[in-house]
């Protein structure tokens, strides 16, 4: 029997996947991080670090993993992070993904560079869903893009800061996602990379067009491809974005305003006093700086600057719901999952990204109960071994 036949059950087993069947300059641009990757490297490290401390004999007969944010209801301390281009690892992905959140009960986020538009998304069921957003040079697309997803059920926004600019990543430079290559080093890169991936090629090639970025056609209508959208976005990011901005940034928002990419104190502190409800402790998954450190290993030190100002995220790093327990544990409301879903959709769909999240609760439901609590709300840094 091949592994390929075997069952997929952890995050790893669904990258390996992933890898197999996704043409190598798409897998890369996933599952990269920024020069040498160390902090991509340490975000996963730094949790496996962490040591649960077990105990026995409670009654766990009856465990929960269902929480709270915002007034809403969840099956578990997660929603699913916005990641750019899903739509290219699986056919439509984010609308994919979107069915396999609503069937858990979890929010979906929908990235600014998503292959399907917000409108597309809200079609997909009348759950409200997230939006993550960046702070665009054209201001104007911004305050349009605030007033579409109000339109269509979105309750909260994800507000991304940091990407004043643009992570430079070994990978994608090596195979022609950051451009620079010959006209036949592309196309080894990209049309023969297709060819050695029929499946990829039929099912997300062909039947998943268009492959642009729904959200932006509007703006950028002479694009025809990711890479057009790509240019436009680089030129779009602005260097000269301050806290000012995000003030300005709430006027234009009444929804609930997650500021993701805090990764200080500081920030942390600034970003409530600029009015967030919400901030996410983030590197980008290790996308933009790298040798920075890691979100599990800042968390309780935002923790403690905001106290119950804002309710605390997590992103870049959650593999497992053991992860999501020890996030929990440290201060996090909630965390988001964002790799492991797209490897579950590119290996296998939504039914993929039905069954990783599933098990992520089921993890986190097993060391909750092997660590002596029955509920979310009972979760703290008791449950660690803090040697």
């Not at 641009?29 to 996963?44: F, I, K, M, P, V």
Request: hydrophobic residues 45%; glycine residues 8%.
């Amino acid at each position: 029997m091949g592994s390929l036949n075997l069952v997929l059950a952890s995050t790893e087993d669904y990258r390996r996947k992933a890898e197999k069947k996704l043409p190598r300059f798409l897998f890369d641009y996933l599952d990269g991080g920024s020069y040498q990757e160390r902090t991509l490297a340490a975000n996963c490290a730094d949790f496996e670090a962490l040591q649960f401390k077990q105990r026995v004999l409670y009654d766990v007969s009856k465990v929960s993993s269902a929480t709270t944010l915002f007034g809403d209801d969840l099956a578990m301390p997660a929603a699913m992070a916005p990641i750019g281009m899903a739509g290219m690892m699986a056919q439509r992905g984010e609308l994919q993904a979107k069915r396999a959140a609503d069937a858990l009960g979890i929010p979906f986020t929908l990235s600014t560079v998503s292959i399907c538009s917000l409108e597309e998304v809200a079609k997909v069921s009348d759950k409200p869903f997230w939006f993550q957003l960046y702070m665009l040079k054209d201001r104007g697309a911004v305050v349009d893009m605030l007033q579409r997803a109000r339109a269509v059920n979105v309750d909260t926004l994800i507000f991304t800061v940091d990407l004043a600019v643009l992570g430079a990543r070994y990978r994608d430079v090596r195979n022609g996602m950051s451009g620079g290559l010959n006209r036949w080093a592309q196309f080894r890169s990209t049309t023969l990379s297709f060819m050695g991936h029929p499946s990829w090629a039929w099912h997300v090639g062909i039947k998943g067009k268009p492959h642009t970025f729904g959200n932006l056609k509007a703006y950028v209508p002479d694009a025809s491809t990711p890479t057009d959208f790509q240019a436009w976005i680089a030129e779009q990011v602005d260097p000269s974005v301050t806290w000012k901005d995000i003030e300005w940034l709430r006027h234009q928002w009444d929804g609930n305003l997650i500021i993701k990419g805090v990764l200080s104190p500081e920030d942390a502190v600034a970003a409530v006093n600029a009015g967030a409800d919400g901030i996410s402790v983030s590197n980008h998954g290790g996308r933009q700086l790298d040798s920075v450190s890691s979100a599990i290993a800042m968390l309780p030190r935002v923790v403690d600057a905001v106290g119950d100002r804002c309710e605390v995220l997590l992103d870049s790093g959650v593999r497992s719901g053991a992860d999501v327990l020890k996030a929990r544990a440290l201060g996090a409301k909630a965390v988001l999952i964002g790799r492991p879903w797209v490897y579950a959709a590119a290996a296998g769909g939504e039914a993929g990204i039905t069954s990783l999240l599933n098990t992520f609760k089921s993890e986190l439901q097993v060391a909750m109960a092997l660590t002596g609590v029955t509920h979310t709300d009972q979760v703290d840094a008791r449950i660690l071994d803090r040697r």
